[in-house]
């Protein structure tokens, strides 16, 4: 049973810059959820997409948008990087909630980003 | 707003147990989560607790939650050096549909040995 897959795992960019970060979730899962973890703090939750469409935000800037595919892998873009950017991006996964069924999330091992 | 609120460090020493204390502020929230991070790694997902439960155990871990005062702890029995590593609190989602989790800044837990 695959688990959350993310790539790539590491990665170092440069102020401006655009960055786009994959993520498979577990099989069986059609939710997927991101995060950024910034050093020394929690995951902070930046979207979460369902069925193709981003059905949650966080409080994130415009600069950070995603993508669900129809076999329910997502992307997540960042535009205009900013130094304060580098961080861990964990991407989740979870199935949606069918009545009172529980919706945990499984995590990926996440991609760092660095920003020069 | 959600707020969860964690001590940073605990230390402990071995075959001793670990008690991981956490806050939490909103009240509607479904779930409350235990998750382990280790050094580079991601977020692996320990055990959970529904709202109107009061205590859960499995096998070397029991979660207990206190609703009334918004408190919930980990309590880790026999603990080991592979215990070592970042625990976080986490609640969500809130009832009635997606929801991100909210997480508090993670519990270093030390190993003495």
């Known amino acids: 049973d695959a688990g959350v897959t993310q790539s790539p795992t590491h990665l170092i960019k440069t102020r401006g810059q655009q960055v786009t970060l994959r993520c498979s979730p577990k099989?069986?899962?059609?939710?997927v959820s991101w995060y950024q973890q910034a050093l020394g703090q929690g995951p902070q939750f930046i979207f979460q997409?369902?069925?193709?469409?981003?059905?949650q935000r966080g409080n994130f800037p415009d600069r950070f948008s995603g993508h669900q595919f129809p076999n329910y892998s997502s992307e997540l873009n960042v535009n205009a990087l900013l130094l304060g950017d580098s961080a861990l991006y964990l991407c989740a996964s979870s199935l949606a909630r069918r009545r009172a069924l529980q919706e945990t999330q499984y995590f990926g091992p996440g991609t760092r980003l660095l920003v020069l | 707003g959600e707020d969860v609120e964690q001590s940073l460090f605990l230390s402990v020493r071995e075959g001793d147990s670990s008690v991981i204390n956490c806050t939490y502020t909103?009240?509607?929230?479904?779930?409350l989560y235990w998750y382990k991070q280790e050094p580079g790694a991601g977020l692996q997902l320990l055990t959970y607790i529904f709202s109107n439960m009061d205590m859960k155990q499995d096998q070397r871990l029991t979660v207990l939650l206190n609703k009334k005062d918004k408190h919930l702890s980990l309590r880790i029995a026999d603990t080991q050096t592979g215990d070592s590593a970042i625990y976080f609190c986490a609640e969500g989602p809130a009832g009635g549909g997606a929801d991100g989790l909210t997480f508090g800044k993670g519990t270093h837990l030390i190993i003495q040995p």
């Open positions: 997409y369902y069925e193709e469409e981003e059905r």
């Open positions: 909103d009240s509607s929230s479904t779930y």
């Open positions: 099989s069986g899962h059609d939710t």
